[in-house]
């Protein structure tokens, strides 16, 4: 890069980072994320290291926010600087950082750190005068920041008076995080939407905007709180670093993280990050990181300061789950029992490595709960392997060119009337039993492996052919023929013969696996069973009351009239018929065996990852046995199927590497039988 275009770009940082500090720091609704910040200031700093001339006396590097002075808070000049903290972020440049210390120390042997949560809330610093709350400020462009004290008064962990010790400093500053555990973060939002105000887009900013209140009384009334990791005073304290420190600040009365970790070297504490980045979200606060400190107070000194930041510590950084995007549309995708579910389609943005194109919006509820609007700019928000989804709106990027989406009255595939079956219900479904879209997916749970298992058809074959007319019910099926087949594009002969050989295969079905491969609603496998035992007969079955029915365990009114209409339905029942037609073949087998036999997991060679929503692993151990099958630790050639819940890390990709089959957490309650 030549000068004159170093000089370009470095204004167009300035004003970028300018903005982003402002909306950050002062108006408590950024517009950009914490990873394109970081890596605009990256890039700032190294074009200002190869271009020193070109640097201006301003420039966001040398300061630490941004000096929005908001008018309604007086300003306090700290007495120390609130410095910021350098990031790392990933454990090559912690290494980086463990390196120059020891060199700037050094030390031989490994230097013991303390390795605190980064908190993500608000810097505040609290000074005590005689073990009394006097003054309370942000921390502002780090050399001023505001008065906040009659809010901070009001958060209820701030002690206003310090517990008397003997060696209580006459002033004593102390620093730390102002917070809102992630609970409250939700409830807050739901009573804001509820009337009428903007989401805030996360609980940082929901902090934020709480402390930073006129009236005092509304910050009495958002739960904050206050965790202390930083002091200062004239004297000293019974403390040689800061795990001292820590000690210190707890016996004064503040909260402080009780199991921060003391290790020597930076070993451990990669462990711990990688341990804390995975349980990021049994926390109940949000931390987007560590920090890691050099512990000892004299080799702190020994390290110094640099400008913004001290020498002795980095911020360990997560990688980013949320990103600012731009909502594109909304489209509405039709599932197997025909639910419309609303997607967003967003401007494709790299989330944590990932580049993410879509996020579901559930239905029309949380759309207006949460006042999306196409054209928004939203937070979106991945986590493991769950489908992403869209936390919050960035109200302050509207332009009034946004557009509210309309739930549509029809289905968006087959036109037909779309309804919600009663008024509780949150899902809109697509009425018409002939909607193609439906039917693709009702083909392909038809052929899935509980039941024809004819699943080498694919799912793009089966969106062919629907398409094309050629499958207009499951019977259909039935009909295909290996030229048909063959002929098609890309279909070879070998794999047509294959398809043709698993089709003739599948006509023998054992009774459960039948009634299940029907796709009648709330009917898992389990429910199927209990179906095939009570009845024995397709014929019996068939004929059963809502009342008998109910007498089976498990089906309670909404299962037996979801079986009842699916049997009343003129359409099923010929498809049915002709299904026994064209060779199907139920085998109706003895109680006992069609339990051992038919075991959902018979053979399974299953390893469980992430969280289940539904129950624990221990219990999803269990019901797997029950069903025949093995429970493993690890992923390895031999896993037959992976079990992906929430948040699902290592094992998910192992699997995906070794092309091992993955469910995820509902099609597993599924496979188990639960009803919905
Ligand atoms: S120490 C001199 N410790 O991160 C070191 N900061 O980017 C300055 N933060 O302004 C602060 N958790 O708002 C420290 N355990 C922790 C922290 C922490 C969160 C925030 C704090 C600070 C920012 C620096």
Redesign the pocket.
């Known amino acids: 890069m030549n000068r004159d275009s170093a000089s370009e770009r470095l204004e167009e940082l300035y004003a970028l980072i300018s903005e982003a500090n402002e909306r950050y720091y002062g108006a408590d609704s950024p517009t950009i994320s914490d990873a394109e910040y970081d890596t605009l200031f990256r890039e700032l700093i190294q074009l200002e290291k190869r271009f020193p001339d070109l640097v201006r006396q301003d420039s966001p590097a040398k300061r630490v926010g941004s000096g929005a002075k908001a008018a309604a808070f007086n300003p306090v000049r700290h007495r120390r600087p609130?410095?910021?903290?350098d990031n790392a972020l990933n454990e090559e440049e912690a290494l980086d950082f463990d390196r120059r210390i020891r060199k700037l120390l050094n030390a031989q042997d490994n230097v013991n750190y303390l390795c605190?949560?980064?908190?993500d809330?608000?810097?505040v610093e609290l000074v005590y005068e005689n073990g009394e709350l006097m003054l309370a400020s942000t921390?502002g462009d780090g050399e001023t920041g505001e008065d906040v004290t009659a809010n901070v008064r009001t958060i209820a962990n701030v002690p206003q008076q310090l517990r008397q010790v003997p060696w209580l400093p006459k002033t004593f500053e102390v620093?730390g995080?102002v917070l809102l555990a992630v609970e409250s973060f939700k409830r807050l939002n739901e009573e804001r939407v509820a009337r009428g105000a903007p989401a805030f887009a996360n609980p940082r900013n929901a902090a934020a905007g709480s402390l930073r209140q006129l009236d005092w009384r509304v910050t009495a009334s958002r739960p904050l709180e206050f965790f202390a990791?930083?002091a200062a005073s004239e004297t000293p304290l019974p403390a040689g670093g800061q795990s001292g420190l820590l000690r210190c600040l707890k016996e004064l009365g503040f909260a402080v993280q009780h199991d921060a970790l003391v290790a020597a070297g930076m070993d451990a504490i990669l462990r711990r990050y990688r341990e804390l980045e995975k349980e990021r979200d049994k926390l109940p606060y949000e931390i987007d990181g560590v920090?890691v400190k050099v512990d000892s107070f004299q080799q702190q000194d020994q390290l110094g300061l640099r400008s913004r930041?001290?020498r002795w510590?980095v911020?360990l950084k997560f990688a980013p789950r949320e990103a600012f995007t731009a909502l594109l549309d909304i489209t509405v995708q039709v599932g197997r029992t025909g639910t419309l579910t609303p997607v967003a389609e967003l401007e494709p943005v790299n989330i944590g490595g990932v580049v993410v194109k879509r996020a579901t919006l559930h239905n029309q509820e949380e759309i207006d709960r949460k006042d999306i609007r196409i054209g928004d700019t939203v937070v979106v928000r991945r986590q493991g392997d769950v489908i992403p989804a869209i936390v919050a709106v960035v109200t302050a990027k509207r332009t009034g060119r946004e557009s509210k989406f309309q739930f549509p009255v029809k289905c968006p595939v087959c036109g037909g009337p779309a309804a919600r079956e009663n008024e509780e219900d949150a899902a809109v479904r697509c009425i018409n039993l002939h909607c193609p879209a439906k039917l693709g997916e009702r083909l392909k749970h038809f052929v899935s492996r509980g039941a024809f298992d004819i699943d080498t058809i694919g799912e793009k074959l089966i969106d062919q052919l629907v398409e094309a007319g050629r499958l207009k019910s499951p019977a259909d099926i039935f009909t295909l023929t290996f030229e048909e087949i063959a002929a098609l594009e890309r279909k070879g002969k070998k794999s047509a013969a294959n398809l043709i050989a698993a089709i003739e295969k599948s006509r023998r079905i054992p009774f459960h696996r039948f009634i299940y491969a029907l796709g009648i609603r709330h009917v898992g496998e389990r429910t199927a069973k209990a179906l095939a035992e009570a009845s024995g007969s397709l014929e019996e079955l068939m004929a059963m009351s809502p009342g008998q029915l109910q007498e089976i365990g498990d089906i309670g009114p909404k299962v037996s009239e979801a079986i009842r209409g699916f049997f009343s339905d003129e359409d099923e029942c010929r498809t049915l018929r002709r299904m026994l037609e064209l060779g199907v073949e139920i085998e109706y087998a003895a109680l006992g065996r069609l339990t051992a036999g038919g075991a959902s997991f018979a053979g399974e060679l299953v390893v469980l990852t992430g969280i289940l929503a539904s129950m624990t692993r221990e219990e999803a151990g269990a019901r797997i046995e029950a069903e025949g099958g093995k429970v493993l630790s690890a992923v390895s050639k031999q896993t037959t199927l992976v079990i992906a819940g929430e948040k699902a890390g290592s094992k998910l990709k192992k699997a995906e590497l070794l092309g091992i089959s993955v469910i995820g957490e509902e099609e597993f309650v599924e496979r188990l039988g639960i009803r919905e």
């Open positions: 609130m410095l910021s903290l605190e949560y980064k908190f809330g608000l810097a921390r620093r995080e990791y930083g920090v930041s001290p510590a911020a």
